[in-house]
């Protein structure tokens, strides 16, 4: 079976601070990993896919297969990266994807 | 740009209604997707559907049913409407590039 797993509920960092968002996982196999945002009132966006290895809105996520981690991570937080985020899952192909319980990030002035 | 519509972003009902929850996508996606989505939950796979009239179970499907027949279109049933299915309901489809994209949500009250 398929996992993910957020740790933190919430993570509270004051802005200019870095910020690592954790997400552990569970496959047999290949997966597929994802980061998914939702800001307030907004809906569930895409941030970021292991395959495409880039960097959006300055976060970045490495995955690795011997922790079967695929945390995510910014130099310097900003007020306006504070929203809830979901580390997703999926298998080859067609795939459902499998969310974790999500981390709220609040950052500080 | 895809487009998820849910026909209504705010429901109340009452207990033991039928309830129907609609999707529509513009952009011709075999795949689509409801989820619901609980604080301290995630979010959780109702139904899913890889093609018109084809539906398979997600992870918590009972109290749930589901009707797929336009490509565009993806309803989520509520047989009964029972108040531990107070939530928000996502759904979402998925093109060929395996991107989903989600609709704003429709936050269901049972009363």
């Known amino acids: 079976a398929q996992r993910v797993t957020q740790p933190e509920k919430l993570l509270s960092v004051f802005k200019g601070a870095p910020v690592e968002l954790k997400c552990n996982y569970s496959y047999s196999g290949s997966p597929e990993l994802f980061w998914y945002v939702q800001y307030s009132r907004q809906r569930l966006q895409l941030l970021l896919r292991h395959i495409s290895r880039e960097s959006i809105k300055g976060f970045t996520a490495d995955l690795n297969k011997g922790e079967t981690s695929f945390h995510l991570k910014k130099p310097f937080a900003q007020e306006e990266d504070s929203a809830m985020y979901y580390c997703?899952?999926?298998?080859?192909?067609?795939?459902?994807?499998?969310f974790g319980k999500g981390t709220m990030l609040l950052v500080s002035p | 740009d895809v487009k998820v519509t849910q026909s209504s972003r705010y429901l109340v009902k009452r207990t033991g209604e039928k309830v129907f929850l609609e999707c529509v996508q513009d952009m011709d996606h075999e795949n689509m997707f409801w989820y619901r989505q609980d604080p301290g939950l995630g979010l959780r796979l109702i139904y899913f559907s890889y093609d018109v009239k084809m539906k398979e179970k997600g992870d918590i499907p009972e109290g749930y049913s589901v009707s797929r027949e336009k490509k565009e279109r993806f309803s989520l049933i509520l047989e009964s409407a029972s108040t531990n299915q107070t939530s928000m309901y996502l759904c979402?489809?998925?093109?060929?590039?395996?991107?989903?994209?989600f609709g704003s949500g429709t936050r269901l009250t049972v009363v």
């Open positions: 997703a899952l999926s298998g080859p192909g067609y795939s459902t994807l499998t």
């Open positions: 979402a489809s998925r093109g060929h590039n395996y991107g989903y994209t």
